[in-house]
């Protein structure tokens, strides 16, 4: 690895955003056919690492080499100017585009000169297609609106776009975070077929199972501070995810939150004079007791339905007729 150039390379960059400082000493390098992992929870200082390294941002200290020479980013367009691309969260498509469209988009191929120079319609659906196919990705039509892919899907034709625009370095920013499983596996498939193919490739997540299967080398970051720079072989999957869960402070935490076993487990459900009954529990353990519920039942005096009261109850189908005026009587 001594013998290559990186590609980017960043040496000691800080970035303060008036008394706040967002980021601290952190240096990482990429490689042709490598991908970095850069890893953190919210606040870490990713977001802000993402913007400085696609020109969004200058660094207030620090170091930017591109190629081994040392550059100044005043702008995006600079940065892809030098082969960086950056593919956001939210992709950058309009989902009622069609797919070609998008692919295209803000960099139109044109035919014809001068006044008489329009969009070139049946090139772009050719090229889409056959840049989608070589990443891999089988789409139905050209012509159906972005909005109908799934998010594997979208973010794998943000990616076949980058790279057909001469990206030599990608910045995938969260390319995982509100994908399921399975549409997951397809960006990571893309990661990895991008990594063959040559390039260098900044994957930022929060995640450190998506990371470990794809990643060369992982930097965590905490609070704007590097808490390593990891080749694969230095760490395991269990210890970045320890050290992405904070470690120390982690088993502290468990340790406060233990607490031991009572010696009896019904001793914590006994009732004492000054705890609130609920009734309804308390009716139901009654129901369960044999004895209860037979006292119940068969006591008369316990239940007064059982005791056919007339001064309650009124005249009942065969008693007592009414006491009232007789219609078979002749005086009424």
């Known amino acids: 690895m001594s013998?290559?150039?990186?590609?980017?390379?960043?040496?000691?960059?800080?970035?303060?955003f008036g008394s706040v400082n967002a980021l601290q000493g952190i240096s990482l390098s990429v490689y042709p056919g490598e991908v970095t992992c850069v890893l953190g929870d919210n606040g870490a200082g990713k977001s802000t690492l993402i913007k400085i390294l696609s020109g969004v941002f200058a660094p207030d200290h620090g170091q930017f080499l591109v190629d081994g020479a040392q550059v100044r980013f005043d702008s995006?367009?600079?940065?892809?100017?030098?082969?960086?691309?950056?593919?956001?969260?939210?992709?950058?498509?309009?989902?009622?585009?069609?797919?070609?469209?998008?692919?295209?988009?803000?960099?139109?191929?044109?035919?014809?000169?001068?006044?008489?120079?329009?969009?070139?319609v049946a090139k772009a659906k050719?090229?889409?297609?056959?840049?989608?196919?070589?990443?891999?990705i089988?789409?139905?039509?050209?012509?159906?609106?972005?909005?109908?892919?799934?998010?594997?899907?979208r973010q794998s034709v943000a990616i076949a776009r980058a790279i057909h625009f001469g990206a030599r370095l990608l910045i995938l920013d969260e390319a995982t975070s509100a994908?399921?499983?399975?549409?997951?596996?397809?960006?990571l498939r893309r990661i990895a077929q991008a990594r063959e193919q040559g390039l260098g490739?900044?994957?930022?997540?929060?995640?450190?199972?998506?990371?470990?299967?794809?990643?060369d080398r992982f930097v965590v970051l905490n609070r704007g501070q590097s808490l390593g720079n990891f080749a694969r072989s230095q760490i395991t999957r269990d210890d970045l995810v320890r050290l992405m869960a904070g470690g120390a402070e982690l088993d502290e935490l468990s340790h406060e939150l233990e607490r031991p076993l009572p010696d009896n487990p019904l001793a914590d459900n006994a009732l004492t004079d000054d705890m609130p009954v609920d009734n309804a529990k308390l009716a139901a353990a009654n129901l369960d007791d044999p004895q209860v519920a037979t006292s119940k039942v068969d006591d008369p005096k316990t239940d007064d339905r059982n005791v056919a009261d007339p001064k309650v109850d009124g005249p009942k189908f065969g008693g007592p007729k009414f006491d009232g005026p007789d219609v078979d009587d002749p005086k009424v």
């Open 179 to 187: 994908l399921g499983v399975k549409q997951a596996g397809v960006v």
């Open 138 to 153: 089988d789409v139905r039509d050209p012509d159906q609106a972005v909005g109908t892919l799934s998010g594997g899907e």
């Open 126 to 136: 050719d090229l889409t297609s056959k840049e989608l196919r070589a990443m891999g």
């Open 76 to 120: 995006p367009r600079d940065a892809r100017a030098h082969g960086i691309s950056t593919v956001y969260q939210d992709l950058a498509m309009i989902p009622l585009m069609s797919i070609w469209r998008n692919f295209f988009l803000g960099s139109e191929p044109t035919r014809g000169w001068g006044p008489f120079r329009r969009f070139d």
């Open 201 to 215: 490739v900044i994957f930022i997540t929060h995640n450190p199972h998506h990371a470990y299967p794809v990643g």
């Open 3 to 16: 013998e290559k150039t990186a590609l980017l390379e960043v040496r000691d960059i800080s970035k303060f």
